[in-house]
């Protein structure tokens, strides 16, 4: 590059500049992934606070859902009375076990989607606006 | 036509058109991660078909049908915990898990902890439990074959065997995406249309109720009667929701799945779709267990209660109906196996081959082999061993047998990946201290039940400990794991909290994809 060629193209100019130009300018953005990574105190709490708010909704509906998969054996032990129940001809755990405890899950785990993604989408627009 | 004509034909069919998707599948499957996770194509409606149809194994289509026969109202418990199992996973780690990255747990366990120790740990644990899972596949062929025909149960396990080593070595993992999806509504058809039928005979001919006369005054209808001899029902009850809810997301063959997901949201919105159609499905199983209880009061001579199902339709339905009804039976049993045995026999397949294999063989041939082949000789170590495995007489059911597998994983991988995707303080020892320990006390509990049989033991608490291993195995592995971590914070992995922003940020944050793996 230091020595210019006399018949070749004219070498390209080389700006020479500051180690500020890595500096942020205004209306720059870094990535918003990039500061959480990088282990800044402030990605650091942005980090935990998403981590805890997940945990917290995980935790909820896993509780939810042991109410009611472990409840029900611990209510047809506490309460034996509970196993002889009929519903028109069908037992009671036969009705709650094999086929009610279904839809009730399914809700479960489709609050769980809406949730975690209304989580995701406030932390996304929260890294966006800094 | 006879039953064993029809029978042959249907699962015939059933091979067959397995055998022509793959082959179709083989086409598209051009590169090394094309043929491992589908190139990560697939989507959300497919993909969760193609969950269902892998998941829904011998033990959903044959062996919870004879749970419920033989022991009544708590047997309703394992289909619940297969579902439940899903919406564990998904509320704990489907998204993460997606968004590490990785092919397979090892590759998981690799990434979150920087060490080729625990690495090489989840390996082994991967093929010990992807066997034990496979060998009542085999097992399930072997019995639905000679109900239906009667031809020697070695030979069902070994088309099974065939047709599996076919489809995995020639297509990988595209054609079983296809093959797959394609086997969950097979499946739900053959077990769905025979079930309204046989409930519609029993209600013309007057809805006779269930036998329930049983030894000892225990009530086959009545939940935790403890019918059947079961020890200690309560436990066994608890033990086993334990095992099934937490064990799914151990399963080999049910994480590489995740993969064929675009990114973590869409992981969750399948994971939403598989709770729903694994629902459906279950409603239908415990019918057969029931109607087995009005119309089979003691089986015929030699036949486990895995085949009530597939006895019913001539005993209900003499005749033409019958057979037809037994053919369709028969072929959904077949897909069942084929579809679980394929997925099981991919992913451990993949491990063998990449963990061990490869590098092997690499080493020996002093150069590269290419992949595709050092796979697809894995893939036939995979299934020659659970296959040889099933030829011993191995007397626990087929839903026993998988409820171990889950057992296991439950025991592993479940403290592994919870830790390791919620909790930053996960050090390498105590990762592996709580592998070991799951691992050891759940495969101990296991071969003991497994080649012994129910009852080696003895009965009382010993036994129902040992059958039911997942509700101490489990938090002893937990408790175990962060113990020891506490105690060795200095083998915490560096990059611990690069790790979980991967994991928890939404991929929309990204500067840009994190590098794929291409090996």
Known sequence: MSTPHPTGPPPRRVRITSPRREAR????????????????????????????????????????????VLGLPTLFVLVPATRDIHVGPIPLPWLAVGVLIYPVVFLAARIYVYQAERIEREFSDLMRQR | MSIAQA???????????????????????????????AGRSVSAGWNASAIGGEYLSAASFLGIAGLVYALGADMLWFPVGYTVGYVVLLVLVAAPLRRSGAYTLPDFAEARLESRHVRALASLLVIGIGWLYLLP??????????????APPALGSLIVAVVVLANVTAGGMRSITLVQAMQYWLKL???????????????????????????????????????????HPVYATYSTILALCFGTMGLPHVLVRFYTNPDGRAARRTTLV????????????????????????????????????????????PGLLGTVLSAILAGGAFAAFLSTASGLTISVAGVIDQDFLART?????????????????????????????????VNTSLADTVGLAFAVAASTFCPLLVLGVWWRRLSVAGATAGLVTG??????????????????????????????????TVPTAFLVAVLVSYATPGSVPVGTSRTMVRLHAPEDLRAADPPTRTD
């Open chain 1, 25 to 68: 300018r205004p209306g720059e953005r870094r990535p918003p992934a990039q500061e959480l990574e990088e282990q800044t105190g402030l990605g650091e709490v942005y980090l935990s606070a998403l981590l805890r708010a997940q945990l917290r909704l995980s935790l909820a509906i896993l509780l939810g859902i042991a109410v009611v």
């Open chain 2, 7 to 37: 029978g042959v034909l249907a699962i015939a069919i059933v091979c067959g058109v397995t055998l022509l998707a793959g082959a179709l599948g083989l086409k598209l499957s051009r590169t090394t991660s094309d043929f491992y996770v």
């Open chain 2, 361 to 393: 063989i690499g080493r020996r041939a002093g150069g590269d082999v290419p992949r595709i082949r050092t796979f697809r000789l894995a893939a036939v170590v995979a299934v020659v061993v659970p296959y040889a495995a099933s030829w011993l007489a």
């Open chain 2, 439 to 472: 691992g050891v006390l759940a495969l101990t509990a296991t071969t003991i039940t497994v080649l012994g049989g129910p009852g080696s033991v003895g009965g009382g608490w010993l036994g129902a400990l040992l059958a039911q291993p997942a509700a101490w």
């Open chain 2, 274 to 317: 598989v709770v729903a159609l694994l629902g459906l499905f279950y409603l239908f199983t415990p019918v057969y267990g029931v109607l087995g209880r009005v119309y089979l009061p003691t089986l015929p001579d030699g036949a486990r209660a895995d085949s009530v199902t597939l006895l019913l339709p001539s005993v209900i339905a």
């Open chain 2, 137 to 150: 596949q085999f097992q399930g062929a072997g019995i639905a074959l000679s109900t239906v025909t009667g």
């Open chain 2, 189 to 231: 058809t053959a077990i769905s249309i025979p079930a309204f039928v046989l409930l519609a005979l029993w209600w013309q001919s007057g809805a006779a109720g269930p036998n329930v006369t049983s030894t000892g005054g225990a009530d086959w209808a009545q939940a935790l009667s403890g019918f059947g001899g079961r020890e």
